[in-house]
């Protein structure tokens, strides 16, 4: 890329995407922090509800043993019952949804221990210790152990609760840091200068479809015919780039070749396709072509004095330069797999487009896409395909 100001605004949007991506991680940072502090907060005031709760049942269990006073543990069952209500009351108040539910059944049962309790002071009051003691051993205490663990309950579903969003966070900060990362490393590879790509020049009398075209490693300057602006080509490479990933058969493959072809101003595109063994190129898929045209093709082999042949060798963007007033220049792009080149994908172009880096990097993108395509999909049972444009 050689345009300074559109260096300079992928520059810009490259930092403001680093910003961007940097704030929402941070926000959502604070909010994983906000989580936590609630979390503590509420169980702190369970464990007030809780003690309460069991300071409450063990000063019950004082008005019937020897030597103590009623009425100081009354008054302090009355006091931790309080407590314990206030405790829940605020519990509620800051709980999610999850946990209303045991926290009403928790409060519920706090209230039947008061109304327990105050059967106990009237058993008391009416000289009769035996049966007060036997509604605290029984009622009394099963109903301050269930309002304990009740409030357990609502306390590891606070915790559940809190777990489940925070995982939920950290899933978006994730997508966000990924999507940041993979913007940014699509513009860093765009601003990083390229060594101009051998070019190709045909011999008299060949036919420009690329199969017979000789890669030359020097070539004359030509001014490059834009078509489109470089953002225009941007654009466009991004929605083919989006397209692709949604290929599920070979007549949306062609569909794709068309769109390529329009956006790059080719008059035909061609997908020619070998092995990583070194199999014979052959076309499997075209744009712009008849189908008799593609049927008489023979076989291309890889060690063959041609610019398709050739970027199936090298692994490297091939050049056919047009004449003025003559042939057509074409553009040659090898469709690199893990395992090395497969194939190659040949563009014959209008107008001196064959120069335009943005054409070429288009021609690349293309066949990197179609490398994810085709790598799985054995030559042999793809039909030689053709769509006329």
């Not at 928790?106 to 059967?119: K, L, N």
């Amino acid at each position: 890329m050689r345009s300074r100001a559109l260096r300079l605004t992928f520059g810009a949007v490259a930092l403001i995407t680093i910003g961007a991506a940097a704030f929402l991680l941070i926000r959502s940072e604070r909010q994983i922090g906000h989580l936590g502090a609630s979390v503590r907060a509420f169980d702190h005031r369970a464990r007030e509800a809780i003690d309460a709760l069991a300071d409450a049942r063990a000063a019950q269990h004082a008005y019937v043993a020897a030597g103590q006073g009623a009425p100081f543990w009354m008054s302090r069952v009355s006091a931790t019952t309080d407590a314990a209500t206030a405790a829940l009351k605020a519990l509620r108040q800051s709980a999610n949804p999850w946990t209303h539910t045991a926290l009403d059944e928790a409060t519920a049962t706090t209230t039947q221990f008061t109304t327990i309790d105050q059967r106990v002071r009237d058993y008391l009051q009416s000289d009769q210790p035996l049966m007060a003691a036997d509604v605290i051993f029984t009622e009394g205490g099963d109903a301050a152990a269930t309002a304990s663990r009740q409030v357990e309950t609502a306390r590891q579903a606070e915790h559940q609760k809190a777990d489940l969003d925070a995982a939920a966070i950290r899933k978006q900060q994730a997508m966000i840091a990924g999507g940041a990362a993979a913007l940014v490393g699509i513009i860093v590879l765009l601003l990083i200068p390229v060594p101009r790509a051998k070019v190709a020049r045909a011999k008299t009398g060949t036919h420009t479809s690329l199969a017979l075209s000789t890669p030359v490693s020097a070539v004359a300057p030509v001014a490059p015919a834009s078509l489109r602006t470089q953002n225009t080509m941007f654009k466009a490479a991004a929605e083919l780039a989006t397209e692709f990933g949604r290929v599920r058969d070979l007549d949306e493959l062609r569909r794709i070749l068309g769109r390529a072809a329009e956006v790059m101003d080719a008059s035909g595109l061609m997908v020619w396709i070998g092995s990583t063994r070194g199999g014979d190129l052959r076309p499997v898929l075209a744009h712009g072509y008849s189908a008799d045209m593609i049927a008489r093709m023979p076989p291309v082999p890889r060690s063959a004095d041609n610019a398709a042949a050739s970027a199936y060798r090298t692994g490297a963007l091939q050049i056919v330069l047009s004449h003025p007033g003559g042939r057509s220049g074409a553009v040659v792009a090898p469709i690199l797999s893990a395992d090395g080149c497969i194939g190659a994908l040949s563009a014959e172009l209008r107008g001196g487009g064959e120069t335009s880096d943005g054409i070429q990097a288009l021609a690349s993108i293309c066949a990197a896409h179609l490398a994810g395509v085709l790598a799985t999909a054995p030559a042999e049972r793809i039909e030689p395909q053709a769509a006329t444009s």
